[in-house]
Every structure is written in structure tokens, then in C-alpha cells.
């Protein structure tokens, strides 16, 4: 196992070649040494998992994250039922690509809108810490997918506050 552990991290050896090697010859007493090696780090996890709390809490807030992520992604992708429509692989890096780019317009507004809030004086000392590091801006209450639209000419985003990189 450590021969074929070396050989990938030294890159003398592709995973796929170690893969097909193991596929055509399941009995290779390597690759059971590397599923059992699998099974033990599947079954430590959820002990350490079960017995750190901060741990817990980590898991839940990275998932917390994720799902708000893909709720987001979801609701942007209504009209078919957030499935992609076409096997065509060109068309689903087109699809993915555009809900990246609104996803991450959504949460460039949604930012402004909460940096405008919290910088109302009867915010200034109305969040602790664990509220702050609660907030996101991967919210979608403020779109109306069904709705009408308007465009408003008349007024503009103030961007001019916004952080250079």
C-alpha cells in the first residue's frame, strides 16, 4: 500500500492506472489493505464527530451553508424544476455558468442591502457575534421569480462604497 501511496503522491503513477490495475484484479491484497484502510477512516469520523461538539458545529454551519447555497441556486432555476435541460455538455456549462453569474449577482445585492442595514445607527450595537457570523447574503426573499419586473431607470445602486481586492 505505502509503494502505491508514494507512487501517486510522487507522480510516478496515475490514480487511473492504480484504478484500472485494481478493477481487472480485485483479489490484489493491496487493494483490500486500501479498502479496509477506507472503511476505518469512514467509521473514525463519526466517532470523533459524536464526541467533539465544535466539531458538530463546524459540520453544521459548512452544511447550513451549502444548502443555502443550492436553495439559492434552486430557486433561481424554477422554470425547470432546477434541472438541467439538455445533455448536450456545452449547453450545461452555459446553464451552470449563468446561475454562478446570478447567484453571485444576487449575493453582491443582497450584501449592499445588508451592509445599508447594519450601518443604520439602531444596528450598531444590535448583533453579537455568533448573529454576524450567522448572516448571509444567499438569501432570495427579495426576488420575485413569478412576478413582474420593473426596471427603474430613475434610480441606481450606490457601488461606490464597494472593497477593492
Known amino acids: 500500500m505505502m509503494k502505491y501511496a508514494t507512487a501517486l503522491r510522487?507522480?510516478?503513477?496515475?490514480?487511473e492506472a492504480l484504478l484500472r490495475r485494481f478493477t481487472s484484479e480485485t483479489t490484489h491484497p493491496a487493494y483490500a489493505a486500501m479498502l479496509e484502510v477506507g472503511r476505518a477512516q469512514r467509521t473514525v469520523f463519526p466517532a470523533?464527530?459524536?464526541?467533539?461538539h465544535d466539531l458538530?458545529?463546524?459540520?453544521?454551519?459548512?452544511?447550513?451553508v451549502v444548502e443555502n447555497y443550492n436553495g439559492a441556486?434552486?430557486?433561481?432555476?424554477?422554470?425547470?424544476?432546477?434541472?438541467?435541460?439538455?445533455?448536450?455538455?456545452?449547453e450545461q456549462e452555459l446553464g451552470m455558468s449563468c446561475l454562478h453569474i446570478l447567484q453571485s449577482a444576487l449575493g453582491l445585492i443582497n450584501t449592499l442591502m445588508?451592509?445599508?442595514?447594519?450601518a443604520l445607527p439602531?444596528?450598531?450595537n444590535a448583533l453579537t457575534d455568533a448573529d454576524r457570523r450567522g448572516l448571509t447574503p444567499?438569501?432570495?426573499?427579495?426576488?420575485t421569480p413569478y412576478g413582474?419586473?420593473?426596471?427603474?431607470?430613475?434610480?441606481?445602486?450606490?457601488?461606490?462604497?464597494?472593497?477593492t481586492a
Open 10 to 15: 510522487l507522480r510516478t503513477a496515475s490514480t
Open 48 to 52: 470523533r464527530w459524536l464526541r467533539d
Open 56 to 64: 458538530q458545529r463546524e459540520t453544521e454551519s459548512g452544511l447550513n
Open 73 to 90: 441556486g434552486d430557486y433561481i432555476k424554477f422554470g425547470k424544476r432546477g434541472e438541467l435541460a439538455s445533455n448536450q455538455r456545452e
Open 114 to 118: 445588508i451592509q445599508d442595514t447594519l
Open 122 to 124: 439602531e444596528w450598531e
Open 138 to 143: 444567499l438569501f432570495h426573499t427579495n426576488m
Open 148 to 163: 413582474e419586473i420593473q426596471l427603474r431607470t430613475d434610480r441606481r445602486l450606490d457601488l461606490t462604497d464597494l472593497p
